[in-house]
Structures are given as structure tokens and as C-alpha cells.
């Protein structure tokens, strides 16, 4: 099975702190795809971050970065100098060339406070 | 603009009724996808195609039914057979190629049955 553990439901940071969302998985295939996805109170999903399993560099975008264990099948989410804007739910997904479907967790749901 | 439209916002259902989700891309993606989201639980695959004329189960299939005639069109059926579809339903498209590229979201549908 292919799964997805997001282990923090909820989560609070104050403004300009930063902030890590953890994220493991499961998966048999070699060659898979990691994403995190973001959903505001508009329930708009918008992707974060992406991370290719085979590349060993951490994926980087602006304030988000990734810290990729492969080994540990371990995925988390840091978010520095935190934004009011960054309150939102986040989901941790992985995609594999089987389908191309994406599998999500459960989600964190994160609150940035003033 | 590009973008995936969702409609409707919110729908109502009595008990025993069939009901019609619509979900339109204008981004020349090849696939499409339907997933539930439930609070708690994340976002779980429906069903999903990637081809016209082709479509494949996702992990919660029952209940639920599909069509793929247009490129740009995937419209989703909750039959009277779904024994609990109150729920936020995204539908998502993504361009050809492999796992690595975005999936892009529409607004969602809430669906509430009576």
C-alpha cells in the first residue's frame, strides 16, 4: 500500500518565526514524484513545493524549502520568515508513474499568528 | 484566462437522487481528475482519466460514476448508490508526460445531501 502520514493535525507559529511540517510515506516504486500542496480558507489547492525521489538536492521556493530523506522516507516542509498568508491547511502528496494520481495525507493544518 | 471551472459552487441533494458535477479545463491538459475531500481525511481519488474515452477507479469508485467524451470535460455523477456523498469534491487536470508535472485544481463543489 501507498501511504501518506502527515502526524501533526494542527500547528501555530507567530509571524517572521519558522515553522516545520513533517511528512512520511510509504511506497515499493523507485522512481516517484513529492509535492506540497496548500488549501487557504478559499479551499483553493495551490501547489507549494515539488521534489523529484531521485534528485538528492533539496527542492527550494522562496521562503519554502524541503528536507528530503530518502532513506527515511521522510519529507517535511520548512516555511521561514512565516506570513499571515500562510495560514492554511497543507497537505504532503506523492505521485508515481503508475497512474499519475496523487496520494495525500491527512493534512496540518497551520495558523500563523500576529 | 486558463484556469478549471468547477459548478457548482454548492449543491443539494434529497435522498435518492442522482446529481451531475461539472468540471471544465481550458488548459489542453490530457488528464483529469476527481478527487473527495473529507474533513480529516485529506483528499481521496474518485476516479481519474488520462486519455479521452478512457477513465480508470481511483480508491473510492463505489457509488460514483464518470465520463470522458471531450478533452476539456470530466463531469462527475454521485448515484443514489453513494451511501455518504455529503462532501467537498475537487476536480484537478494536468498535462501529459509523467508524474513530475502539476496538478492544477478547480474551485471545488460542496455537496450537501438533504
Known amino acids: 500500500a501507498q501511504t501518506v502520514t502527515q502526524s501533526q493535525p494542527e500547528m501555530s507559529v507567530q509571524e517572521a518565526e519558522t515553522v516545520t511540517l513533517s511528512c512520511t510515506y510509504d511506497?515499493?516504486?523507485?522512481?516517484?514524484?513529492l509535492f506540497w500542496y496548500k488549501q487557504p480558507p478559499s479551499r483553493q489547492m495551490i501547489l507549494v513545493i515539488r521534489?523529484?525521489?531521485?534528485?538528492?538536492q533539496n527542492a527550494t521556493e522562496n521562503r519554502f524549502s524541503v528536507n528530503f530523506q530518502k532513506a527515511a522516507k521522510s519529507f517535511s516542509l520548512k516555511i521561514s520568515d512565516s506570513q499571515l498568508g500562510d495560514t492554511a491547511m497543507y497537505f504532503c502528496?506523492?505521485?508515481?508513474?503508475?497512474?499519475?494520481?496523487?496520494?495525500f495525507g491527512k493534512g496540518t493544518s497551520l495558523l500563523v499568528t500576529p | 484566462d486558463g484556469g478549471i471551472t468547477q459548478s457548482p459552487k454548492y449543491l443539494f441533494r434529497k435522498e435518492g437522487q442522482n446529481v451531475t458535477l461539472s468540471c471544465e479545463q481550458n488548459?489542453?491538459?490530457?488528464?483529469m481528475y476527481w478527487y473527495r475531500q473529507d474533513p480529516g481525511q485529506g483528499l481521496r481519488l474518485i476516479y481519474y482519466?488520462?486519455?479521452?474515452?478512457?477513465?480508470q477507479k481511483g480508491d473510492i469508485a463505489e457509488g460514483y460514476s464518470v465520463s470522458r467524451e471531450k478533452k476539456e470535460s470530466f463531469p462527475l455523477t454521485v448515484t443514489s448508490a453513494q451511501k455518504n456523498p455529503t462532501a467537498f469534491y475537487l476536480c484537478?487536470?494536468?498535462?501529459?508526460?509523467?508524474?513530475?508535472?502539476?496538478?492544477?485544481f478547480g474551485p471545488g463543489t460542496r455537496l450537501t445531501v438533504l
Open positions: 482519466s488520462q486519455i479521452v474515452n478512457d477513465f
Open positions: 484537478a487536470s494536468r498535462m501529459g508526460g509523467g508524474a513530475w508535472n502539476e496538478q492544477f
Open positions: 511506497t515499493s516504486e523507485n522512481n516517484y514524484y
Open positions: 488548459l489542453n491538459h490530457d488528464a
Open positions: 502528496a506523492f505521485s508515481t508513474n503508475s497512474g499519475y494520481a496523487l496520494n
Open positions: 521534489q523529484e525521489a531521485y534528485k538528492q
